[in-house]
């Protein structure tokens, strides 16, 4: 069955620096998502993404993230200047119109 | 604003109990409503959903009803095997599409042998 893939599993940097989590959503799906889980917390919506162009974001969504489809195959995170809260699980998530969310295994941010 | 709240975990059951997650929810208009299950080391994996009043969701033993009255979708399994110990997240989406969720905070089930 395919599957959504998520690199790194664990990825760890220093306050301040840039980190781009990656995504490789399932191939014929449209909907792209990522959410966040801080560690004791609810899973939270982050942003979705549709024909190259952010269709929702939280709150949480500041000008510190943002989101990019820069070929066929992969879906980015990018988080221009980390912060000790940032640190979380990040689900990335997919699906086409009419299928349910498929998740990715994660990749957990730790900020140092 | 819209809203999940599921019981608190961890949830420590022997093998063939019965289990009951109780799942409340907040929203306005009539939202799809989903369980996620969490095994360790995965991700997320729809477990079953219901789109409306008194629907039930069912799949791999798991039952769960849309109660509108009293705004809830609890998670029930007649017999519980090892196998089912995971985190299991009740969800809701605004429409039928499940896209943007809103998740409970999770309920951490352990079944012992």
């Known amino acids: 069955e395919p599957e959504v893939t998520q690199t790194p599993s664990h990825q760890v940097t220093q306050m301040g620096q840039e980190v781009i989590l990656r995504c490789v959503p399932i191939?014929?799906?449209?909907?792209f998502y990522w959410y966040r889980q801080i560690l004791g917390q609810k899973v939270e919506f982050l942003v979705s993404f549709y024909n190259n162009e952010i269709s929702e974001k939280s709150e949480i969504f500041d000008d510190q993230f943002s989101v990019e489809r820069p070929d066929g195959s992969n879906f980015t995170l990018k988080i221009r200047s980390t912060k000790l809260e940032d640190s979380a699980m990040y689900f990335c998530?997919?699906?086409?119109?009419?299928?349910?969310?498929?998740f990715g295994n994660g990749t957990r941010l730790t900020v140092t | 604003g819209n809203s999940v709240t599921q019981m608190e975990g961890p949830v420590t059951l022997s093998e063939e109990a019965f289990l009951t997650i109780n799942c409340t929810y907040t929203a306005t208009g009539y939202p799809s409503l989903f369980w996620y299950v969490q095994y360790p080391g995965e991700g997320l994996q729809l477990l079953l959903k219901?789109?409306?009043?008194?629907d039930k969701g069912s799949n791999k033993g798991f039952e769960a009803t849309y109660r509108k009255e009293t705004t809830s979708f609890h998670l029930e399994k007649g017999s519980v095997q090892v196998s089912d110990s995971a985190v299991y997240f009740c969800?809701?989406?605004?429409?039928?599409?499940?896209?943007?969720?809103?998740f409970g905070q999770g309920t951490e089930l352990s079944v012992k042998p």
């Open positions: 219901a789109t409306k009043a008194d």
């Open positions: 191939s014929n799906h449209l909907y």
């Open positions: 969800a809701l989406s605004r429409n039928n599409q499940g896209g943007k969720l809103i």
């Open positions: 998530a997919s699906k086409d119109g009419g299928s349910p969310l498929h």
